[in-house]
């Protein structure tokens, strides 16, 4: 179905949304901090990208304000999914550009429908 870049510092996150990915037949590959996921993004160009916000070094919302305000990248939509669940944070995340906001623990069902409703709607 889709290329999805996950860009997620905690390696039991990765996994956990790797395989929910993969099983819904999605290829999935990932990139350990934002500065890695910046450059993935920018050579591989995925269909989309599930940011994680906490992260050391740059955070998910300087990556996404990143992607988002660059020519090259600025279509590839952002998915934040982070444990930071204050609507400030959601609206923070959302001025810098991502398309959805989840909170964590992610529902599986919401965020493969937010995925599917981002990719079939080509924004």
């Given at each position: 179905m889709a290329n999805i870049l996950i860009i997620d510092d905690s390696p039991t996150d990765v996994r956990v949304f790797s395989t929910l990915l993969e099983r819904a037949g999605h290829q999935v590959s990932a990139a350990s901090s934002a500065e890695e996921g910046i450059e993935r993004v920018r050579a591989d160009r995925p269909d989309l990208?599930?940011?994680?916000?906490i992260m050391p070094g740059m955070n998910g919302f300087q990556a996404t304000r990143t992607l988002t305000r660059?020519?090259?990248t600025k279509?590839?939509?952002?998915?934040?999914?982070?444990?930071?669940?204050?609507?400030?944070?959601r609206v923070w995340g959302m001025r810098q550009g991502a398309r959805a906001f989840i909170t964590k623990p992610v529902n599986?069902?919401?965020?493969?429908?937010?995925?599917?409703?981002l990719l079939s709607s080509g924004t």
């Open positions: 990208v599930i940011m994680d916000v660059d020519p090259e279509d590839v939509p952002v998915v934040m999914i982070t444990s930071k669940s204050m609507e400030t944070d599986a069902k919401e965020l493969l429908a937010c995925i599917n409703d």
